[in-house]
C-alpha cells in the first residue's frame, strides 16, 4: 500500500510540475502551487509555513519530500526504473554513507552563499537543476514535437497546433543542464539514489531530520531470515542486512523494500515489531575519499560586431556597453535577485514575450544563469506581470499592473549619432510609436523630419523602443539598466511643452 501510493503521488507531481515548466500555451495558467512547496525555493522566500510543514512531515515520515516531490528525485526514480528493466539482474548494495562529502558540501554552499556566490547553491538545489533542464533541454524538444504535430495536422487541414519559435536561451545554460542531466542520470542509472544521499544538501538536511522520525521502516529479526534481498533492492544503499540495520539518514521511503521481502520482516511503523533491534546506523568515512565541488565555467566568444555598410558610404556607429543588466520588474535590485534567486528558469520559461534570458557574467560570477531582459526577439508588455506571479523564491515580488507601470527596470539612452533620421536623412520614429509611456516623443529635426526625443524620468524600461529600433549592429536607442529599480514619474505628472512649428509638417 505505501508504495503504491507513493508511486502514485510522484507520478502526478511529476508530470504537473515538468508540465508547467513546459507549458506555452498557458494550459497549466500562470500560478502554481508547485513550485513554491519546494524546499529550497520555500527557504530562499521564508515561507515558515512551507518550511515548518516539511521538517514536521520529516519527522512523522522521513524523507517523503525526496521520494514523492522532489522533481529530480522523482526523475532518478525514472532513471532507475529503465536501467533495472535494461538489465533485470541489477542489483544494489549496501555502501557506508559519506558523511564527511555531505557535510562537506553543505558547508560549502552555505559558505559561498554568505559571500555572494548564489550560483553554487543554484548548481546544487535539486529544484533549480530540474527547472534548468526541463526548460533548457526538454522545453526546445517539446516544441520541436508540437511544430512536427503542426505540420502533420495542418497538412489535413486542422489547425489544433501552430508553430512557434525554438532556440537554445542560453549556451552556457545549455552545457550546465546537459551536463547535470548526464551527471544525475549516469549516477541514477549506475548506482540509484547516490546523488541525494551524497550530493544533495536538501537530502542531508532533510536526512538528518529523519533519523528522529517518529515511522520508519523496521527489520523484524525474529521474521528475518537475512537472505539480504531487501538490501539488492535497495536503491539508496541503506540497508545493512548482515546487521539488520536501516541508515535512515539516507532512506528515501520509497518503500521497495517491504514489496521485495518475502518473510514479510520489514514495516513501516511507529513501534518496533519482535525483537528490539538498534536501527539507527551510525556511519563514518573510513575511505578518507574528498568529494570536489568544482563550478562549471564556460568561456563564450563573442565576436566584435562589424559597422554597418551603405551603398557608397561607410557608416561607423557609436558603440555602447550596459553598466548594468535590466533584472525582471520586480527584482527590486541586482543584489536583492543575487541574494534569492537559484536560476530555476521558471520565470524565463514562463515569459510571454521572451524577453527573459539567462544571464552569463553579466551579474558577476555569483549570479550566472539567473534572468536578465534582453530586448532582440521582443520587449516586456507594458501590462505583463507574469514572472513577478511564477517566481517561488522571492526574487521576484509580485507586483500589480499599477505598480508595474511606474516600475523604472532601466532608463532610455538615445544615440544621435546611431539615428538613420541622423545618418539617413529618412523619417523614422518607430521607437516613439511603441513606447508605453511617452518617454520618447518626436521633435522637428530638420527638411521636415523628426528626430526621437528620451524623458528618461518616465521611462520604465520596457524595452520597445529598443526592440523597434532597425539600426544594427549599435542601436541608436538602447536601455541602459538600474542596478536599483526605481519608481518612475507618471507620464501624465510631465509638463506637457509647447512645441512652435513655422510649417506644415509634411
Known amino acids: 500500500m505505501w508504495r503504491t501510493l507513493r508511486i502514485l503521488v510522484s507520478v502526478v507531481f511529476f508530470a504537473l510540475i515538468t508540465f508547467y515548466f513546459l507549458d506555452f500555451a498557458g494550459i497549466s495558467g500562470v500560478r502554481s502551487f508547485l513550485p513554491r512547496v519546494q524546499f529550497i525555493p520555500a527557504l530562499m522566500a521564508v515561507s515558515g509555513g512551507i518550511l515548518v510543514f516539511w521538517i514536521v512531515l520529516t519527522l512523522l515520515l522521513g524523507r517523503v519530500y525526496c521520494s514523492s516531490v522532489c522533481p529530480l528525485g522523482?526523475?532518478?526514480?525514472?532513471?532507475?526504473?529503465?536501467?533495472?528493466?535494461?538489465?533485470?539482474?541489477?542489483?544494489?548494495?549496501?555502501?557506508?554513507?559519506?558523511?564527511?562529502?555531505?557535510?562537506?558540501?553543505?558547508?560549502?554552499?552555505?559558505?559561498?552563499?554568505?559571500?555572494?556566490?548564489?550560483?553554487?547553491?543554484?548548481?546544487?538545489?535539486?529544484?533549480?537543476?530540474?527547472?534548468?533542464?526541463?526548460?533548457?533541454?526538454?522545453?526546445?524538444?517539446?516544441?520541436?514535437?508540437?511544430?512536427?504535430?503542426?505540420?502533420?495536422?495542418?497538412?489535413?487541414?486542422?489547425?489544433?497546433?501552430?508553430?512557434?519559435?525554438?532556440?537554445?536561451?542560453?549556451?552556457?545554460?545549455?552545457?550546465?543542464?546537459?551536463?547535470?542531466?548526464?551527471?544525475?542520470?549516469?549516477?541514477?542509472?549506475?548506482?540509484?539514489?547516490?546523488?541525494?544521499?551524497?550530493?544533495?544538501?536538501?537530502?542531508?538536511?532533510?536526512?538528518?531530520?529523519?533519523?528522529?522520525?517518529?515511522?520508519?521502516?523496521?527489520?523484524?529479526?525474529?521474521?528475518?531470515?537475512?537472505?539480504?534481498?531487501?538490501?539488492?533492492?535497495?536503491?539508496?544503499?541503506?540497508?545493512?542486512?548482515?546487521?539488520?540495520?536501516?541508515?535512515?539518514?539516507?532512506?528515501?521511503?520509497?518503500?521497495?523494500?517491504?514489496?521485495?521481502?518475502?518473510?514479510?520482516a520489514i514495516a513501516f511503523s511507529p513501534l518496533k515489531k519482535g525483537k528490539p533491534v538498534e536501527n539507527v546506523v551510525k556511519v563514518t568515512d573510513e575511505s578518507k575519499?574528498?568529494?570536489?565541488?568544482?563550478?562549471?565555467?564556460?568561456?563564450?566568444?563573442?565576436?566584435?560586431?562589424?559597422?554597418?555598410?551603405?551603398?557608397?558610404?561607410?557608416?561607423?556607429?557609436?558603440?555602447?556597453?550596459?553598466?548594468?543588466?535590466?533584472?525582471?520588474?520586480?527584482?527590486?535590485?541586482?543584489?536583492?535577485?543575487?541574494?534569492?534567486?537559484?536560476?530555476?528558469?521558471?520565470?524565463?520559461?514562463?515569459?510571454?514575450?521572451?524577453?527573459?534570458?539567462?544571464?552569463?557574467?553579466?551579474?558577476?560570477?555569483?549570479g550566472m544563469m539567473q534572468p536578465k531582459m534582453y530586448f532582440d526577439d521582443g520587449f516586456c508588455n507594458f501590462d505583463c506581470t507574469v514572472c513577478s506571479e511564477v517566481c517561488p523564491n522571492g526574487a521576484i515580488l509580485p507586483l500589480t499592473k499599477e505598480k508595474k507601470h511606474v516600475t523604472q527596470v532601466g532608463r532610455v539612452v538615445f544615440l544621435v549619432e546611431n539615428c538613420i533620421v541622423n545618418t539617413d536623412e529618412t523619417s523614422c520614429g518607430a521607437c516613439s510609436e511603441h513606447c508605453p509611456t511617452q518617454a520618447v516623443t518626436m521633435v522637428p529635426y530638420k527638411n521636415g523630419l523628426t528626430i526621437p526625443q528620451v524623458n528618461p524620468e518616465i521611462c520604465v524600461g520596457c524595452g520597445g523602443c529598443e526592440y523597434v529600433c532597425p539600426v544594427r549592429p549599435f542601436r541608436a536607442i538602447h536601455i541602459e539598466g538600474n542596478s536599483v529599480q526605481v519608481e518612475a514619474r507618471r507620464f501624465k505628472e510631465t509638463e506637457k511643452k509647447e512645441v512652435q512649428i513655422d510649417d506644415f509638417g509634411f
Not at 550546465?176 to 547516490?194: H, K, Y
Not at 536538501?202 to 531530520?209: A, F, I, K, R
Open 74 to 264: 522523482i526523475f532518478q526514480d525514472g532513471i532507475i526504473w529503465v536501467s533495472k528493466r535494461w538489465n533485470k539482474k541489477k542489483k544494489y548494495g549496501y555502501r557506508p554513507a559519506l558523511n564527511v562529502v555531505r557535510w562537506l558540501v553543505v558547508g560549502g554552499i552555505g559558505i559561498a552563499f554568505l559571500f555572494g556566490f548564489t550560483f553554487v547553491l543554484s548548481l546544487f538545489d535539486p529544484y533549480s537543476a530540474y527547472g534548468r533542464m526541463a526548460t533548457d533541454i526538454f522545453r526546445p524538444l517539446y516544441l520541436v514535437g508540437n511544430n512536427g504535430l503542426a505540420w502533420l495536422f495542418t497538412k489535413f487541414g486542422n489547425y489544433t497546433f501552430y508553430y512557434v519559435h525554438v532556440t537554445i536561451l542560453s549556451t552556457f545554460a545549455f552545457l550546465i543542464a546537459l551536463l547535470t542531466l548526464g551527471g544525475v542520470g549516469i549516477l541514477a542509472w549506475r548506482s540509484g539514489r547516490t546523488y541525494c544521499n551524497t550530493i544533495c544538501p536538501v537530502g542531508t538536511v532533510l536526512g538528518l531530520l529523519s533519523k528522529y522520525s517518529l515511522f520508519k521502516l523496521r527489520i523484524d529479526t525474529a521474521k528475518c531470515n537475512g537472505c539480504g534481498l531487501c538490501a539488492l533492492k535497495c536503491k539508496s544503499s541503506c540497508i545493512d542486512s548482515k546487521k539488520h540495520r536501516i541508515d535512515y539518514s539516507r532512506c528515501v521511503d520509497c518503500f521497495d523494500c517491504i514489496g521485495n521481502c518475502r518473510q514479510q
Open 289 to 366: 575519499r574528498r568529494f570536489l565541488v568544482t563550478a562549471f565555467a564556460t568561456a563564450l566568444v563573442v565576436p566584435k560586431a562589424m559597422a554597418q555598410e551603405k551603398v557608397g558610404a561607410f557608416v561607423r556607429h557609436k558603440a555602447y556597453k550596459r553598466e548594468y543588466p535590466i533584472s525582471p520588474p520586480g527584482a527590486v535590485s541586482t543584489e536583492h535577485l543575487l541574494k534569492h534567486c537559484t536560476a530555476c528558469h521558471l520565470c524565463i520559461a514562463k515569459c510571454p514575450s521572451h524577453v527573459l534570458k539567462p544571464a552569463f557574467m553579466e551579474y558577476g560570477l555569483g
